[in-house]
């Protein structure tokens, strides 16, 4: 019988990420439309993206990433689409990303929930695809050796285009009302989560295997769009006090419950 997991995934992209004010997104949307494929998961306004992630007591992987390491990384339970539905057996990825120098790299194995929880959670080997398991191996140590705990969750909707023809392995996402909360970890708890990013600005990422084509950076340009240091789970863990404010912060002018 096939252990209840998926076999190994590995991706390794540059990213350069972008704030853009929501009644920008209109522009962008249709000059990027014109030239890139809809994702073929996403449905009509999107698709939801939810991530519970792991830390330290001490937040080693969140100063990490606000100190620029050039390794560092961090692990995430994610969910693609409505959390409340999620239950023991939905699927979700129990993803390992990493930053080397400037390459991102990411690599996931899909699991069912109780399985992920079982691993993650309660630090404990689980049946998998053995081509995983080196991997599985790692977050089991990660979590046991340097008592990881779930820290925050994010969750957006996100629309997403990928390239065709000579852009092959570009991807550009759009993510909007982006949310958090830091308790109340199951995906589907009946928590309100508050935006951490102010409603009228979305993120934007330019995602692609070895270099960002030359009609998108000048599209950017032409919008006036600024690269920024973000991190959705940085900005959730300081949005709810866990850490002072960096300078990496986006001001929360806007505090609406969701």
């Given amino acids: 019988?096939?252990?209840?997991?998926?076999?190994?995934?590995s991706f390794n992209r540059y990213e350069i990420k972008y704030l853009l004010p929501s009644d920008q997104i209109p522009e962008l949307r249709a000059e990027v439309a014109a030239r890139m494929d809809a994702d073929s998961h996403a449905t009509a306004g999107g698709y939801g993206v939810w991530s519970t992630y792991?830390?330290?007591?001490?937040?080693r992987f969140y100063w990490e990433k606000i100190e620029g390491l050039k390794f560092r990384r961090k692990l995430r339970v994610r969910h693609y689409g409505d959390r409340t539905n999620v239950g023991d057996d939905t699927e979700v990825h129990v993803e390992i990303k990493q930053r080397v120098n400037r390459v991102t790299q990411k690599r996931r194995v899909a699991l069912?929930?109780?399985l992920a929880r079982d691993l993650c959670d309660r630090r404990r080997m689980i049946d998998h695809d053995p081509s995983s398991t080196?991997?599985?191996e790692e977050v089991l140590e990660l979590v046991t050796m340097l008592d990881l705990r779930p820290v925050a969750m994010t969750g957006y909707q996100r629309e997403a285009f990928v390239g065709r023809e000579s852009d092959l392995g570009l991807r550009v996402t759009f993510d909007h009302r982006i949310r958090g909360r830091d308790r109340d970890f199951d995906f589907a708890a009946e928590t309100e989560n508050r935006l951490i990013v102010p409603a009228r600005l979305s993120v934007i990422e330019f995602?692609?295997?070895e270099r960002v084509p030359y009609w998108l950076t000048d599209l950017a340009a032409r919008l006036n769009m600024s690269?920024?240091?973000v991190s959705k789970y940085c900005q959730s863990v300081e949005a709810f006090g866990r850490a002072p404010r960096?300078?990496?912060?986006?001001?929360?002018?806007e505090t609406v419950e969701v």
Avoid: C, E, G
């Fill in 134 to 136: 080196a991997f599985v």
């Fill in 54 to 59: 792991y830390d330290t007591r001490d937040l």
């Fill in 1 to 9: 019988m096939r252990p209840p997991s998926s076999a190994l995934r």
């Fill in 207 to 209: 995602k692609a295997n």
């Fill in 227 to 229: 690269v920024v240091r």
């Fill in 246 to 253: 960096s300078i990496f912060h986006i001001p929360d002018t």
């Fill in 112 to 114: 069912p929930y109780h």
